[in-house]
Nanobody, 114 residues
Framework: QVRVEESGGDFVQSGGSLRLSCTVS???????MAWHRQAPGKQREMVAK???????NYADAALGRFTMSRDNAKNTVYLQMNNLKPEDTAIYYC?????????WGHGTQVIVSS
């Protein structure tokens, strides 16, 4: 069974930074990986995606502030979040997509105070 585990969520002040990590129990080099988030009362939305070739895409809300990266040797992806805003408060989920099959983690909580 594939395990996807997020970590790094925390309580931070507005303008602060956090780095989220997502480690998968199986090799990720052939997988596309993504970070999603779900704020209270809202639908889950994609924040950032990184393809197996290293190319990445970001939601408009993340552009210029968030950077997603991957370390295939560690089966881990990261989300560096800078200049955090209260509207970034959410549970952040990691997704592994391998040949159309999704696996999800249980999420890590990020709370940004104003």
């Amino acid at each position: 069974q594939v395990r996807v585990e997020e970590s790094g969520g925390d309580f931070v002040q507005s303008g602060g930074s956090l780095r989220l990590s997502c480690t998968v129990s199986t090799p990720i080099r052939l997988a596309a990986m993504a970070w999603h988030r779900q704020a209270p009362g809202k639908q889950r939305e994609m924040v950032a995606k990184i393809n197996r070739d290293g190319s990445s895409n970001y939601a408009d809300a993340a552009l210029g502030r968030f950077t997603m990266s991957r370390d295939n040797a560690k089966n881990t992806v990261y989300l560096q979040m800078n200049n955090l805003k209260p509207e970034d408060t959410a549970i952040y989920y990691c997704e592994r997509n391998l040949f159309g099959v999704d696996e999800w983690g249980h999420g890590t909580q990020v709370i940004v105070s104003s």
